[in-house]
């Protein structure tokens, strides 16, 4: 669904297909606060949006 939209919003078919392969690869918004609490940071949140398709990470050394 990622690559046609794209295609018909910019008009570019590469940048849009390389979206979609790595897609899958992200980290979800639990796996991203997990490895940055591993880097040291000592308060780590995080607020979904849109559902969970995004979201805002928050943290503090």
Known sequence: ???PI???ISGS???YA???RSIPRF???EE???VL???GF???DFILLSFGVSAIHIAIK
Request: glycine share 4%; proline share 0%; charged share 20%.
């Open 27 to 29: 980290f979800s918004a």
């Open 37 to 39: 609490h591993r880097a």
């Open 6 to 8: 794209g295609y018909v």
């Open 1 to 3: 669904m990622v690559k």
């Open 18 to 20: 390389y979206l979609a």
């Open 13 to 15: 078919k590469t940048a």
């Open 32 to 34: 991203l606060a997990e």
């Open 42 to 44: 000592a308060k780590v």
